[in-house]
């Protein structure tokens, strides 16, 4: 199979998309490692993983906090000498207008720690995780890294500063790192989905959601599994020559990118 014998990190893989692309990896022989804030669900999936047959790890990892970050790859490394693929899943979203604005006066703002929460989880937590997993990857000269943008950083949303801040930064340090590292047998690539049937969907009103999937010409929300496939193709080893790109996975909602 495609993966046997490769190593793959997805951080917040206890749920959601991560939860579907350790899935992804797991039916073509990889190893995993989870990286997840939920000890519960992470552990008893990668008990559920093993019972079936694949080698799957679970750590307790905030990727906020590097140090431990910089343990859990160390620990990944010492037990599989590798670490092949790292899916920079793990995102939170805290939405709100930057100024809510009504009947003369200031209702609302986005708080300091609104904005600060987002890009510490989904700039930081990139960031860190990368670095810790990126000299294994050097040292084997050879590496994937995957990171999650989101449709909304190409178009801009109502109400997520602080997300769309951090999934448009994602995109510049993709390109920065495939430039740094495509000399060691690394590509870097993000993934932009469009609105995809998951718990972080759970706070957006339904009436949100039907207009989003009119604006997509599929006529559908995505599955997790349309992005697992996605990461899958971009970890293969068919997609060698691929490096620094977005790939939209949105079934047409923002077109040309
Ligand atoms: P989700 O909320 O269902 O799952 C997120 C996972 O990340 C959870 O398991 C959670 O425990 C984990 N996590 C959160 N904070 C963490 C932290 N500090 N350290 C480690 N793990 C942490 O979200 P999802 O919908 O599966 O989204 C996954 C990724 O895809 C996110 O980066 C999100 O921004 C991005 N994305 C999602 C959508 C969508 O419509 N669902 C669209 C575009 C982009």
Redesign the pocket.
């Known amino acids: 199979m495609d993966f046997d014998g490769r190593v793959v990190v997805v951080?917040?893989g206890?749920?959601?998309?991560?939860r579907a692309t350790v899935q992804a990896f797991a039916e073509h022989g990889a190893k995993i490692v989870i990286?997840?804030?939920?000890e519960e669900a992470g552990a008893a999936y990668a008990s559920e993983l093993n019972a079936a047959g694949t080698e799957a790890i679970f750590s307790q990892?905030?990727?906020?906090d590097s140090a431990s970050v910089d343990a859990a790859a160390a620990s990944a490394t010492e037990k599989w000498g590798r670490i092949d693929v790292l899916v920079n899943?793990?995102?939170?979203v805290r939405d709100g207008q930057l100024v809510k604005y009504k009947e003369g006066a200031v209702q609302k703002m986005m708080s300091d720690e609104m904005f600060e929460k987002v890009i510490d989880?989904?700039l930081r937590?990139v960031f860190n995780c990368t670095r810790a997993v990126v000299p294994v990857m050097i040292e084997n000269q050879h590496g994937r890294i995957l990171n999650?943008s989101?449709?909304v950083a190409l178009y801009g949303n109502f109400g997520q500063t602080n997300y769309v801040a951090t999934?448009s930064a994602v995109i510049g340090m993709t390109k920065v790192w495939a430039r740094e590292l495509g000399k060691h047998g690394i590509t870097v690539n993000a993934v932009a989905?469009?609105?995809?049937r998951?718990?972080?969907?759970d706070s957006v009103p339904d009436k949100i959601i039907d207009r989003m999937v009119a604006a997509t010409p599929v006529g559908r929300i995505g599955t997790?599994e349309d992005i697992a496939s996605a990461y899958r193709f971009l970890a293969s080893d068919s997609a060698g020559f691929i490096n620094g790109t977005v790939l939209s996975v949105d079934g047409g909602m923002v077109l040309g990118t």
């Not at 998951?198 to 969907?201: A, F, G, K």
């Open positions: 951080t917040g206890a749920s959601g998309i991560g990286w997840d804030v939920q990892v905030n990727v906020v899943n793990a995102g939170i989880v989904n937590g999650a989101s449709v999934k989905p469009g609105f995809i998951t718990e972080m969907l997790p």
